[in-house]
């Protein structure tokens, strides 16, 4: 675990008069494109993972793996060819004029610049910032989207964006194409990917893989807390803080993600349309 003493509190870029992603009066589900009295009242997940009496299940529940199957492929066949990739998270909430949504942005476009395509949940906020950064540094900017009832759909800065009905296969798809992660301020949706992470690389599910915290402030109180309580209590060992890195430095954040080194078949990829 490594910790910057830096506080500065600066923005280093004036974003105070950029419009964050609104609502664009539609509701995505899948690849499905829904308004008005077509929006559903549940999502996808949710009636999926309902528990209900009967057995009504047991003649829905077989074609609902096919719908699972499908995302799978549309998600391998979309992603296989973006070459070295990073993806970052945090909250949506966080718009433009915020110091995480500069610092954000600038940690993209570096990471982009250096040879890395950028993957974000596709929204507003730190996402947006994200992808962003990517293009301004001629990385490719991916889009993983969700089925939630108050995401706004993609910011007009994906290039690549690929909508999920289920949590757990956009989740495969953050793990299976990234090399590392760098973690924004965020809330519950952040934390949930963060632990997925940490769990994965204590578990040697995933090998050689970064992760990097930025907001030492905003972090360290999570972090004081693994170390005052969860390894006083002998519940994880000293080995798994040293799995990410903590700091306000964004030189730091690149140099722990380190540079991609893109392939042939990225760099001519059709998905993100450069030579």
């Not at 964004?250 to 380190?258: L, S, T, W, Y």
Request: charged share 25%.
């Amino acid at each position: 675990m490594t910790r910057s003493t830096d506080d500065s509190t600066g923005d280093p870029t004036d974003d105070s008069t950029d419009d964050p992603t609104g609502d664009p009066g539609y509701y995505s589900k899948g690849p499905l494109r829904l308004s008005g009295d077509q929006v559903p009242k549940t999502t996808t997940d949710q009636r999926l993972l309902e528990s209900k009496s009967g057995t009504d299940w047991v003649h829905e529940d077989p074609w609902r793996v096919m719908r699972i199957q499908a995302e799978f492929v549309e998600g391998f066949g979309s992603l296989a060819e973006i070459g070295p990739a990073v993806s970052i998270f945090g909250s949506a909430r966080l718009k433009a004029g915020t110091r995480a949504y500069a610092d954000t942005r600038e940690i993209a476009r570096r990471l982009a610049e250096s040879g890395n395509a950028i993957i974000t949940g596709g929204g507003p906020g730190i996402m947006e910032s994200g992808n962003r950064g990517a293009c301004e540094g001629g990385g490719v900017s991916i889009g993983l989207g969700i089925e939630l009832p108050f995401e706004t759909g993609f910011n007009e800065h994906v290039e690549l964006g690929v909508n999920f009905r289920y949590f757990f296969v956009r989740k495969t798809m953050f793990l299976k194409y990234s090399r590392g992660f760098v973690v924004m301020p965020g809330g519950l949706g952040t934390l949930d990917e963060l632990f997925e992470a940490l769990t994965m690389v204590q578990t040697g599910k995933i090998t050689s893989f970064p992760i990097v915290l930025v907001g030492a402030d905003y972090w360290r109180g999570l972090v004081d807390w693994m170390q005052n309580t969860l390894l006083a209590a002998g519940t994880i060992s000293e080995a798994d803080l040293d799995m990410f890195t903590l700091t306000d430095d964004i030189d730091e954040v690149v140099a722990a993600i380190g540079p991609g080194h893109r392939t042939d078949s990225a760099v001519s990829s059709s998905a993100n349309g450069r030579p």
